[in-house]
């Protein structure tokens, strides 16, 4: 008997069989819209019109999590993203078609359309590990061949075949994908210079001392944190930091437009008028990636506010440090509701310093910055935005 969809008049009932907090972001609003204004749904023709969209998005949504078995409760789709892999054993992969599987694989991970309770979970985080890291080891235009161990190639095999998922949280999986190169590639250790002190440098003022001292070769800088606890302040602020010391900036402004008083109000109060000629600010993006690949080639610091509204996956995050070693990258990142940046984490990997914005009260007289990671540097250190200063312990 096929299921009833959820109207107005049993949604009551309905959603206790639904965990709103593994919904879609988009889907969890609009059950606490109509929560918040269920009173008004017959009297206000918006506020019905409203929730009746909202009621059609969840009926749409709910038969995608009722997911087609094959065998032993694994999932059709599960099925076929360890076809695919298996189809790689032996074959030449490229970079890009690489970071396509795993994109694919992240996107149905994120849908829900893979449980974290199949019996092939473990199977299937492996495979991202494993190609995640052949992934972010090869430059553009290198390959990789994929060799999978026999062990495991046996394992998945009964899996496709429909035979019983081996359970042996120990099992060996190997040294897969293998990288096969040249023998060129490596120098001795001891060729390597006995003082890096040439290669990093300092930021002047109160940034110098919360980010330490720098290497410019693949520096990457993450940037999240709390809605209006002053992201892209603080990125104005770095601008004329890394400016002073003689460096020419791009910022790509893709949450603020250019002619917003906000953008001249920024300028005014953190950029110094001797700085401001080697600033540049777009908040356009017409060629995607390669907008801001060319940039990179012009620039010594680019600056992304935000990542997500670029509309790149995150693994291009790396691929601009990969590609431009010698330009800085400094991004902001969203956040969920659960806290969690957009898109994935894996910039949060990639990137040498991580800072998170938090903003403790709505004056952001004490809204301050910090480094959750930083390769550089201590972590830890409480940097106040309004004041550019650092907060004494």
């Not at 979970?121 to 590990?129: K, T, V």
């Amino acid at each position: 008997m096929e299921k009833q969809a959820i109207t107005f008049d049993t949604y009551s009932q309905a959603i206790t069989t639904i965990e709103i907090q593994k919904l879609p972001e988009i889907l969890q609003e609009g059950h606490q819209f109509l929560m918040d204004a269920k009173d008004f749904y017959h009297s206000e023709p918006l506020i019905k019109e409203t929730i009746d969209i909202y009621l059609n998005k969840l009926n749409a949504h709910i038969p995608k999590e009722k997911k087609q078995i094959s065998l032993d409760g694994i999932s059709l789709i599960e099925m076929e993203f360890i076809k695919r892999f298996l189809e790689m054993h032996r074959t030449i992969q490229s970079r890009d078609e690489l970071k396509q599987y795993i994109f694919d694989l992240q996107k149905a991970i994120s849908k829900k359309e893979i449980s974290k309770d199949t019996p092939v979970a473990d199977h299937l985080m492996q495979i991202q590990e494993k190609l995640i890291v052949q992934h972010n080891n090869l430059i553009l235009k290198e390959q990789v061949k994929i060799v999978i161990n026999r062990k495991w190639l046996r394992q998945l095999r009964k899996v496709v075949k429909g035979q019983s998922v081996p359970s042996d949280s120990n099992q060996d999986l190997g040294d897969i994908p293998i990288k096969e190169v040249p023998p060129s590639l490596f120098s001795p250790i001891n060729a390597q210079p006995l003082s890096l002190s040439t290669n990093t440098f300092k930021l002047n003022g109160a940034l110098g001392e919360l980010l330490g001292n720098l290497e410019r070769y693949e520096l990457a800088i993450t940037i999240e944190g709390d809605q209006g606890g002053g992201k892209t302040r603080f990125t104005y602020q770095l601008a004329d930091a890394f400016t002073e010391i003689g460096n020419r900036i791009a910022i790509f402004s893709l949450e603020i437009g250019i002619r917003s008083d906000l953008i001249t109000r920024m300028k005014e109060e953190y950029l110094q008028p001797k700085n401001q000629n080697n600033i540049f600010i777009t908040d356009q993006l017409p060629e995607g990636y390669q907008t801001i690949s060319k940039a990179a080639k012009d620039f010594d610091v680019i600056i992304i506010d935000s990542w997500n509204k670029t509309g790149l996956p995150s693994q291009d995050f790396d691929r601009l440090r990969k590609q431009h070693p010698n330009t800085i990258f400094i991004v902001i990142f969203q956040r969920t509701t659960q806290k969690t940046i957009r898109g994935g984490t894996a910039p949060l990997f990639d990137a040498g310093i991580n800072i998170e914005v938090v903003k403790v009260d709505d004056s952001f007289d004490n809204n301050y910055a910090i480094t959750t990671k930083n390769r550089y540097g201590v972590t830890g250190i409480k940097y106040n935005i309004l004041c550019q200063t650092i907060f004494e312990v």
